[in-house]
């Protein structure tokens, strides 16, 4: 995971709740540079891609047909929602983590952690190696069996068309078995331009999300830190979906409007329904925008006018957020459509309520302390009763070799949650079976 990504999911939790205290610590922009005006100059495409219709009223919206059911093989996990990282996934058996170029499993029933690769004598360095990965991995999903995952690799231009220096990278999809042991490339998701030497070129894959036969991403390249001229160079903060079979182009489905951030948008997927928001107005309160729903089986974009808000999760017919306003959750129920307030929390000392998870099971409401930097996770069931709480604060710890790394929080599915070390050596699990025991906390397991 990149250190950007994590940056920004704080900024964003730090920012509910107090969205007009302080202006532009969270936002991305820089001044205009070289790098930006010699993208442009360059005559690179940056120009916003078509995305599909928008529609606004209700009335014109359509039902879908298709089985809504969730289905563990085909739909999304939504595993990282309102949490901009996607190195975690669950499969029936495990869960397994992508770190520092290599891949981890967790085994849900066994409870043991350990490297991907399960060769005899494999020095777990290199290409041999079943759970290595030459390249940079962007992300990763599961899909029908197998592991869906988009890979980082650039190339010089040939040398006769290289007259300043620019160089080409792309994202490429590929497919892994869930041993590791086959890799087949699928397609290229994203062809960009970058020039050399230059640190704006820092690649951003803000989300890749898989959901019944598609790949959905937005990404930022060559943006000059978001500047106006060059916002959407390279293809950049823009919605797309591509077949994961490979045998489709890929489908524009809508750009972020110059200021937004692509980080903010929150792809959350229920049946044929794919939502997510976009700051359509910029101010103070980053992270927040208008909720829409693509509709996949009429691939129109339907807008649900509810107002701005952020950290949504949808359970069933209920959309639940929090707004601008004031430190109260809200509920819009998309069959009858009707707003109100669906959660109203006491207030606890210094800690802010943030944005909140959903497992099928509970919402996980997490509570932050802006001076101390400390995380609180209270669990409520369905009937909104607090069944339990703990702490996932990152915190430092010794691994093998003796160097402090970080663990820091890494929401699983409907039975675990995790804390993860950057390096990938140490993982915390906590069963979430034991919520309301009062025994339930994090375990240290490790690599073995
Ligand atoms: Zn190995």
Redesign the pocket.
């Known amino acids: 995971m990149s250190m950007k990504k994590i940056i920004l999911s704080f900024f964003i939790v730090i920012f509910l709740f107090s969205a007009c205290t302080n202006k532009s610590e969270t936002q991305n922009y820089q001044p205009e540079n070289q790098t930006s005006v010699s993208i442009a100059e360059k005559g690179l495409d940056i120009e916003p891609d078509e995305g599909l219709e928008i529609v606004k009223n209700i009335a014109d919206f359509t039902e879908v047909k298709e089985n809504q059911e969730y289905n563990f093989e085909t739909d999304n996990q939504n595993i990282s929602q309102n949490y901009t990282c996607e190195d975690c996934l669950e499969t029936r058996e495990s869960y397994y983590f992508y770190r520092n170029g290599r891949l981890y499993v967790f085994d849900k029933a066994k409870k043991t952690y350990s490297?991907l690769?399960?060769?005899p004598d494999?020095?777990?360095?290199g290409e041999?190696?079943?759970?290595?990965f030459p390249y940079d991995c962007e992300g990763m999903e599961y899909y029908k069996g197998n592991i869906y995952m988009l890979i980082r690799e650039s190339s010089e231009l040939d040398e006769k068309d290289n007259n300043d220096g620019l160089w080409q990278e792309t994202l490429e999809l590929y497919r892994m078995s869930l041993d590791g042991t086959e890799r087949t490339r699928i397609c290229t998701a994203a062809t960009v331009i970058a020039q050399k030497d230059v640190i704006d070129n820092d690649f951003s894959v803000w989300y890749i999300k898989v959901h019944r036969g598609y790949l959905y991403y937005i990404y930022n390249y060559g943006t000059g830190g978001g500047n106006e001229r060059s916002f959407y160079a390279n293809n950049s903060n823009t919605l797309y979906r591509i077949p994961l079979d490979g045998k489709g182009q890929k489908e524009c489905i809508c750009t972020i409007e110059h200021g937004g951030l692509a980080s903010a948008v929150d792809l959350f997927f229920q049946g044929s329904y794919m939502y997510f928001i976009k700051a359509d107005f910029v101010h103070e309160g980053t992270g927040y925008g208008n909720l829409y729903r693509l509709n996949t089986e009429s691939m129109k974009l339907e807008y649900m006018d509810i107002g701005e808000i952020s950290c949504f999760i949808v359970n069933g017919d209920e959309i639940v957020y929090i707004t601008l306003e004031n430190g109260k959750y809200y509920s819009y129920n998309t069959k009858t459509w009707e707003k109100k307030v669906f959660f109203e929390p006491e207030p606890r000392g210094d800690l802010t309520y943030g944005y909140m998870l959903y497992d099928s099971n509970y919402y996980y409401f997490n509570l932050f302390n802006m001076e101390s930097l400390e995380y609180i996770c209270e669990v409520y069931n369905e009937q909104l009763e607090k069944v339990g709480e703990y702490d996932r604060t990152t915190f430092e710890v010794k691994n093998n070799d003796n160097e402090l790394v970080y663990a820091y929080y890494q929401p699983g599915n409907s039975d675990y949650d995790f804390m993860i070390t950057y390096d990938g050596s140490i993982l915390y699990y906590l069963d979430k079976s034991l919520i309301g025991t009062g025994t339930e906390k994090f375990v240290q397991v490790k690599a073995e």
């Not at 494999?122 to 360095?125: A, R, V």
């Not at 041999?128 to 290595?132: G, L, R, S, V």
Request: one cysteine or more.
């Open positions: 490297l690769c399960n060769k494999c020095s777990h360095f041999t190696c079943n759970a290595f």
